[in-house]
């Protein structure tokens, strides 16, 4: 008798949803003969499947469909004909995964620290034979492949030696699969299809440079089963001009042509947003660095059934690859996405995601500004909150964030801002740089993803501050209330100018004096609009627009923080004054910002930059 296709010993088949695998059998024989199967474990023969009778034909052939095995193993296949009989096995039923990308998936942590291999892990090696899952999974040598093995295979014994001998292998698989086996109970396969230094060019699905792709997808049809999914960790080798920005396209359609390849259009995708690496000090480097990070974050957005695991809170073994020590944490959190996809509990599967960026009330001192994440029950972190910080427009880290507190879904930063305001073209990032110390959480122990450069305030559509005013001296006028008076027809005014950074400063003129001081300034209009005037001052003041008041504040007091009040109108097309007043108080009073920022537009129009501003006379 001659078994010419069956499951292969170690092999796990593909369970179909809770219904058990499906496989075949089929050889030669006796022609006519009598042939029975049965499928058998360590207690006997399976209560749940059937015993198969089948006659091969006139040449001798045979073939027989096995439906519905049941979830678990190890099992064993028993094929016997007259007093002859065979025996397969062992085998299992359970889940499959392909181990796809570059080293970090290939797996060079020190070996020091490798998984202890579990009797329900398989793995399906670079030679295409199924065999214990121990590490290190990945022998490029021992591949058929020349894009692995560069069209030198080795012997199975090299193999074998290389195995017992590598300093360096341990990676996220074994760990993946015993602890998705601890969560399950079901157990587990892993395809070996990762290769160190692979840029995604490598992993082209265009049929010329097509090498890494075909011979991953080549792995998973000699099993004769579907997967489960596929666990990917690459990007490293991207991180740098010419590839960055084809990114995200190449992304899509590797996971596009893989799920058509495989006819399993809803094909999950595992991925691991990339972490640290030494080494790296142009800014160049990280900004290279921080782009593919970024595009790993927003990709479920463009691709279904994909999702994105941080790993830059895990320990290194050398300067680009995770330790051996940070594997199991990683391969739990890829278990946590997987165990819940397999239980049909999608929205338990999904990670953290960054939402928004809001800013609070500002305290005495500092800005507040609020991220805010879904999917994470409560943030929390390993000692004081860390990994968040603040860039100006070149890329440069600017150390201005004094405290972050956790607010269950929130993170709240305070900002010590220069000047009393921040720069427009400020950007917030969690996770900036190279070798960022990042240590935020989920409730299960998902790392946040890193993102940015993001702008700390969304883009909108507003002037800067207002630097040039037509300014009176202090006027001892009669207070009939608590707010400042109008002023007065006929004042004497100076134009002047005042500092960059759009703080009106008085402070030195006011020195000694009391009073109120105004400031007149032309706006016109090219059309009607809604503005929103943001005011900040640090005493009483008041504003009025064509004379009519806008916004009156008699406790104006110290710190200036600009931005603090804001003031929403509807205006005509044309001509409009605008009018503020100080009380100076002895002195005490220096002065205050104003700018102006249109409420009438969508963001699409913002986004865009098409649409007109207010115009301010100059002096």
């Known amino acids: 008798m001659e078994i010419i296709h069956s499951p292969q010993a170690h092999q796990v088949l593909q369970r179909i949803g809770h ?18 199967l049965s499928i058998r474990d360590s207690s006997g023969q399976l209560p749940d499947f059937k015993t198969i009778r089948l006659r091969a034909d006139a040449t001798g052939s045979f073939l027989a469909e096995l439906r519905q095995i049941p979830i678990g193993g190890p099992y064993e296949l028993r094929i016997e004909q007259g007093n002859r009989s065979k025996c397969i096995g062992p085998f299992f039923v359970g889940d499959v995964w392909i181990l796809a990308g570059q080293s970090n998936m290939e797996g060079l942590g020190n070996m020091t620290h490798a998984a202890e291999p579990h009797p329900l892990v398989q793995a399906y090696s670079m030679a295409r034979v ?43 698989g074994v760990f993946f699969g015993r602890e998705m086996v601890e969560r399950t109970g079901v157990p587990q396969g892993l395809i070996c299809a990762a290769h160190g230094g692979t840029s995604m ?63 399993q259009p809803e094909l999950p995708w595992i991925m691991v947003q990339i972490g640290k690496v030494f080494g790296h000090k142009t800014k160049d480097s990280i ?105 100006d427009s070149a890329g440069d880290e600017q150390p201005l964030i004094i405290k972050t507190t956790l607010e269950e879904k929130e993170a709240i930063i305070e900002v010590i801002p220069p000047m009393g305001k921040l720069p427009e073209d400020f950007n917030l990032s969690y996770g900036h740089g190279c070798t960022p110390y990042c240590n935020l959480s989920d409730a299960r122990g998902m790392a946040l993803p890193v993102f940015g450069p993001i702008p700390l305030a969304p883009k909108s559509a507003g002037t800067p501050y207002l630097r ?15 707010e400042i008076p109008a002023p007065p027809e006929g004042l004497p005014l100076s134009e002047k100018s005042y500092g960059e950074d759009g703080f009106i400063n008085e402070h030195d003129n ?76 002895n002195g005490i009073a220096w002065g205050f910002f104003l700018r102006v920022i249109r409420e009438d537009l969508s963001k699409e129009t913002i986004d865009s930059g098409e649409f007109a501003l207010p115009g301010f006379a100059e002096f």
């Open 130 to 172: 199924w065999r214990p899952a121990e590490d290190p999974l990945h022998i490029l040598q021992e591949s058929t492949d020349a894009c692995h093995s560069k069209g030198q295979a080795c012997t199975a014994e090299q193999a074998e030696s290389l195995r017992a001998n590598k300093p360096t292998g341990v990676g996220a």
């Open 287 to 391: 900004r290279h660095w921080n782009q593919i990070q970024e595009q790993q974050r927003q990709l479920p957005e463009t691709i279904t059934d994909l999702y994105t695991i941080a790993a830059i809170d895990l320990p290194m073994d050398d300067g680009i690859h995770i330790s051996a020590t940070g594997f199991p944490t990683l391969a739990q959190r890829m278990a946590v996405v997987a165990e819940a996809l397999q239980s049909g509990e999608n929205s338990a599967a999904q990670p953290p995601k960054f939402e928004a960026i809001r800013k609070l009330d500002n305290g005495s001192k500092a800005w507040r500004f609020a991220i805010r994440y879904s999917n994470v029950g409560y943030l929390k972190a390993t000692g004081t909150p860390h990994g968040f910080a603040l860039t």
């Open 510 to 585: 006011w020195a000694g004096q009391s009073g109120y001081a105004y400031f007149f300034q032309k706006m016109s209009l090219s059309e009607p609009m809604t503005l929103s005037f943001k005011m900040g001052y640090d005493g009483p003041f008041a504003a009025w627009i064509d004379e009519s008041p806008l916004h009156a504040d008699p406790y104006g007091s110290n710190p200036c923080l600009p931005d603090k009040t804001s003031r929403t109108i509807q205006l005509s097309a044309g001509e409009h004054e605008i009018c503020t007043g100080m009380d100076v108080g």
């Open 201 to 263: 060019e490598s992993w082209s699905t265009i049929r010329a440079k097509a090498e890494m792709y075909h011979s991953m997808l080549k792995s998973v049809r000699q099993t004769g089963q579907p997967v489960a999914g596929v666990l990917w960790y690459q990007g490293e080798s991207d991180a740098a001009p010419g590839n960055i920005d084809l990114y995200a396209e190449r992304m899509q359609q590797l996971v596009a042509s893989t799920r058509e390849e495989l006819q």
């Open 19 to 36: 219904q058990g695998a499906n496989t075949s059998l089929s050889g030669k024989a006796t022609p006519f003969s009598e042939i029975t």
């Open 468 to 482: 040039h005013w037509k300014v009176s001296a202090p006027q001892e006028l009669t207070r009939t209330g608590k």
